[in-house]
């Protein structure tokens, strides 16, 4: 598979996000059935910050922190995305993640 079907494989899943929502890199990498790709689902997201239809803001590690947000464009943007959708973020963590975390289905 080409990088470039893999970042849209990604795209498709994080499009389907629900508002106030958050997901993680190894729950995309799952749901695509490339387990171990958590990473390539960090680049793919480092990647679509010219892509408005893409939440990328919420992705975040499976422990729920702001990994990827130094790829925002200003210093709390990714914060204030989550905060706008009413997720609560306490040192760069999202709070009762465990109520916030949404399970992508199996796409393959």
Known sequence: M??????????TIARQIPYGKVTSYG???KA???ARSARMVGWAMNASHNMPDV???????????LTGKLHFDGTNL??????????????????DFEKHFWQPEIQF
């Open 78 to 95: 990714m914060q204030q995305l989550l905060e706008n959708e009413g997720i609560v973020v306490i040192d760069n963590q999202i709070v």
């Open 27 to 29: 729950a995309i990498a």
């Open 2 to 11: 080409s990088e470039d079907n893999f970042f849209e494989r990604v795209y």
């Open 55 to 65: 939440p990328a803001h919420r992705v975040v590690n499976r422990k729920g922190l």
């Open 32 to 34: 695509l059935g490339t």
